[in-house]
């Protein structure tokens, strides 16, 4: 997120050298206070005078008014000192956010009073930001799945076209994600609601410039369907939210200038809701994992088959790809960190129709032939990981000091977890259940863009502890490691 360090612009003694500094967010919008995104990370009250300053008070408010006003109480900041306020509890109005239709100026101002009347204040101008609005990859880039919008209305009329085609295809028609464990079927589900938008013959509009850093507005799944356009941004966002739906994970891919659709092909996800290694993408790619999907090839005349659109998806993470990677969102995870879907309706009923009868000259294809994962056959020798853990555990016969895993000492090729609940890992160890190591979290760490202490004040709530505890229900246990570093102990040698 990109912050603002507001510098004072009066002060009411110019004699005394007292001072207000504010580090504050570029902009405000709905989704910041869904998602409590800070507006003030910290004010600094710099008292350069030589007497105290007591019973002091700093007043928070906005014109217009969408920021509620605040008031906070300080007893002392001694001469010659700086007093730190971190993350104050700034409250928005949620309806005053709601209704605005176009961006505007907001203004900020930060006063500090005492009992002789107010010392210094600062003030600075943000960006407020509509409903519809995104902000960009500058700030908190994640908020981008809060506009991936599964329940509107117009993403069931589309999984109803894809069911059809699917049944003409003499494929299964429910639309039910990873259920089967297979791949091929992932790929079904994605072609067929790939089919039913192309017959939508959706026009292609140019996003305005930059819009992967400063944001643009975002048009709805009904809008899109409606008029039938939409910009790259608009067409991933409406995809996605018919992938999701579908029970499929989906991530929006962000290039310069650009931006597209990335599928799993499993119940899989990225290690954290943000990636910006073009690597990590395309490591994912070629094991199969994840197809990327180029969803403005919609909009051709004709619109292009799935198969040539994963194709184009697949080549715009090449190292020689023309646009470098700004930042990939894996809607899955942002879900799993609580950015919900926004609910930007009217109230009023969808009025897309079913589509047209016309159909495309191309039809369903076959999917493609998949490596599906299947679980090694079990092995008694030695040299395979079975064999390994059959020799480790005869070791355990070993009660001296020499025995590592009774005395063990972590090194460098050791795995640290961070586990919330240990009693309930052991229990799920002995009842013989699978654990899938993942690379250490950044949800409400310091490289959140989000405040674990301002979410603890809002929804009275652990928010770290309780992801790891939701991840545990799954069977997942986050580590300690970079997914680079967790990659090189998990598959370097091993030492017993």
Known sequence: MNLETIEPVAEAEPAETIRLGCTATEHVSLAYHENAIPV????????????????????????????????LRIDRVPAGSNHHIETPDVRLDAACLA???????????????????????????MRLLPPSHWGGGRSAPELLA?????NDPAVDVVLRDAATKLGEAGRETGLNGYT????????????AIWAA??????????????????????????????????????????????????????????????????????DADFASATVDDMQLVRKRRDLQDLILVETTLLTGHPPASFK?????????????APAALEVAIDVRRCRRRGIRPMDLGDGRPSEVAPAPTARLNHSLSAPPAFDEEARAPVDEAPETPVGRMERWKRKLLDLTLKNKLLNFKPGKGSVVLECV???????????????????VSDVLSGSDERSADLYARRHHDDGRRSYLEAALARREIYTT???????????GPVVA
Do not use: M
């Open 308 to 320: 040539a659109a994963t194709e184009q998806g697949r080549v715009q993470v090449e190292d020689t």
């Open 40 to 71: 003030i990370r910290e004010i600094v009250i710099a008292n350069g005078s030589e007497q105290d300053l007591i019973d002091l008070s700093v007043r928070i408010e906005s014109r217009p008014p969408v920021v509620q006003p605040l008031t």
């Open 180 to 191: 089967t464990g297979r791949k091929a079927r992932a790929w079904e589900l994605s072609e």
């Open 99 to 125: 209704g605005f239709t176009e961006a505007s100026r907001l203004e900020l101002t930060v006063i500090l009073d005492d009992a002789g009347g107010e010392r210094a204040r600062t003030a600075a101008e």
């Open 481 to 491: 490691s970079t997914e680079t570093d967790l990659d090189r102990r998990l598959l």
């Open 421 to 439: 609940a240990p009693g309930a890992l052991e229990d799920g160890l002995a009842a013989g259940h699978e654990y899938r190591l993942k690379p």
């Open 146 to 150: 809060a506009f991936v919008r599964p």
């Open 197 to 266: 938008l192309a017959d939508r013959r959706i026009a292609y509009v140019l996003p305005p410039a930059s819009f992967e850093q400063a944001g643009q507005k975002v048009r709805g799944p009904t809008d899109v369907l409606e008029r039938k356009v939409g910009t790259c941004l608009d067409l991933s966002l409406l995809y996605a939210a018919c992938l999701e739906q579908a029970g499929l994970n989906p991530v929006l891919v962000l290039t310069v200038g650009h931006a597209f659709v990335g599928v799993w092909l499993q």
